[in-house]
Each structure stands twice: as C-alpha cells, then as structure tokens.
C-alpha cells in the first residue's frame, strides 16, 4: 500500500503553491516545521476546507459540497466516499491525537497518527507508515509552536523541517466543513468499536450539513457535533451481516434527543466523560454484500434549526 503521508504531501503541496486562492497562508517556525493557517489569522473557505478533508483523508477519501436544506433555510452540506475506509478514516482522518504541551492545545487527525501507530485501530488493520515528510491537521484556537511541532517530529521518527502543521479553529468556515465531512469517519469508527473488523467495511459515503460559523470555540464544537449527530447519513457497504447494526446511530445512545451544548455542559466540557456511543451519524444504511440492507436511525431537523440559530 502506498505512504498515507506521501499521498498527503502530495495536497499539502497544492495548498501552498495555491494559499492566495484557497484564502490559507503559511509561514516557517524557528526550528523550520511549516505551519499553514487554514482559519486562525486567515478566512479560510469552502475549497480549503475540502482540499484540509483529503488531506486528513490522504487524498483516498473524495469530498463534495453542495447546497440543501434545514427547515426554511438553504444550508450547505458536505458528502464524503471513500472505497478504502480502514486507511482513509480510520487510519489517517480520525481526530486521535492530543497534541499538547506547555504552550500549546489542539487535536490532531491526519497521516501523520499513521507514523506513530499507537492507536488500536493500527493493529486492527495491520497498518504502519514510513516516510520522512509528514501532516497533522489540528483543531485549534491557538498558533501552533515550536514545542509543539517538536512533539510531532520526535513521535513520528522526522526532523521538525519535515512537519507540516495544517491548523484551524472549529468556529471557521473550515472547520464547518472538515467536521461535516466526518459523518463516514464516524459511522466507521463506531462499527470497529463495536467488535466489527474494519476490514471487512468495503466503501462508505457520509453526509452531513455544515454548521453556520458561531462566535466561539465551545459553541462551534457543540454545532459541528450536533450537525452529525442529528443531521448526518451514513451508508455503509460491508462484507459479513453482524446483530450489531442497529446500535450504529446516534439515536442507539441513552442521552440521544439533547443538543450537544446541553450535554457538555453538564459534563464540564470533559470531551473524555461524554458516552462514545453519541458520536455517530443520526441515521445510517449497511448493505451486506449478497445479503440483507439495514436502515437504522432518524434524523431530528428541530434539534438541529435550533442549534444553528436558523
């Protein structure tokens, strides 16, 4: 199988020989990582935050953008299919990194997990990457440092001039869209925690509508979660039939039908203490190869005109 990050660096490359058009920009911290701002002191956009979700994906994922509607609003939605959903979201788009250190916060997703391969879902695949450039996509309000892309470098094996550091706040037009692009992702994830091997996940297509950009972090995240959790589709086509399918949606969770800023309110916004199984698409479709087609799941537009402020 081909490098994730060689695939990644490959986009991260556009993204800089195009940063005026894409409304991005990227500058060199003194110890010679490479930051681009996808969001932080500059717009951002639609295109850059599709171009941010095939990089997270390592380009084996296809993004798309097109105009819907919610309630008495035409809102934007993003899909996102992938043939290859154990690599693409699993190994590479998952928001599985912590980046923190003494001056810096953020969440990281990306190839660049797929260096270090600490996570489980790497010995469920089978899968570790090698090669000497790599990407982190971090979530994030803060510029990121030199301690910070240090981390990178010193986990994933590389010198710091060889980290590439793509960073935007959720409350950002990117940050919208690369968080709607995580309805796939997140169907994915929560069949594998459910027991089902990810290897026998065959294609995957998600869809979820993009939240208006609010004024705050805490807001924008409680937005982007709730336009997956109540608003996001996922149809999966898988090779074995499995007596779990039907606790894939978020509506198989016990605190399902509150919005998300209600629950990590209550929770201290403790991300760690909120029930795993919330995180998931509201409604989703399993085919099974030469078998039955399952329909789990409702959407819930009320929930989700009132979280968006339409």
């Known amino acids: 199988m081909e490098s994730l990050n060689r695939m990644a660096i490959e986009l991260v490359d556009e993204a800089l020989d195009y940063a005026e058009e894409l409304n991005v920009g990227g500058y060199d911290l003194a110890n010679d990582a490479t930051v681009l701002d996808f969001g932080l002191e500059f717009d951002g956009g639609v295109e850059a935050g599709l171009l941010l979700t095939e990089i997270q994906t390592a380009g084996m994922a296809t993004p798309s953008y097109e105009l819907g509607e919610l309630g008495d609003a035409s ?34 997703s990306g190839p660049a997990r797929a260096l270090v391969a600490e996570e489980a879902e790497f010995r469920q695949i089978g899968y570790t990457d090698a090669f000497d450039l790599t990407a982190l996509a971090v979530e994030t309000d803060e510029e990121p440092t030199e301690a910070a892309a240090q981390q990178v470098a010193d986990m994933a094996e590389v010198e710091p001039s060889s980290v590439f550091l793509l960073a935007y706040p959720t409350a950002s037009l990117v940050g919208s869209v690369t968080n709607a692009a995580r309805a796939a992702e997140l169907a994915t994830f929560r069949l594998s925690e459910l027991g089902y091997d990810p290897l026998d996940i065959v294609s995957v297509t998600g869809r979820a509508p993009v939240a208006p950009v609010a004024d705050d972090e805490q807001t924008a995240i409680a937005r982007t979660t709730d336009a997956i959790a109540y608003g996001g589709r996922a149809h999966i086509t898988v090779r074995e039939d499995a007596d779990i399918f039907d606790s894939v949606p978020s509506t198989a969770a016990e605190d399902h039908g509150r919005p998300f800023g209600a629950v990590f309110d209550d929770l201290d916004w403790e991300f760690d203490e909120v029930p795993s199984d919330l995180f998931a698409p509201a409604t989703v479709t399993i085919d099974v190869l030469g078998g039955p087609t399952y329909v789990h799941g409702e959407t819930n537009e009320e929930l989700l005109v009132e979280s968006f402020g339409l």
Request: glycine share 8%; net charge negative; proline share 6%.
């Open 75 to 108: 809102i934007p939605y993003v899909e996102l299919s992938t043939d290859q959903p154990a690599l693409s979201l699993l190994c590479s788009q998952k928001a599985g990194w912590e980046l923190t250190t003494e001056d810096f916060e953020g969440l990281g």
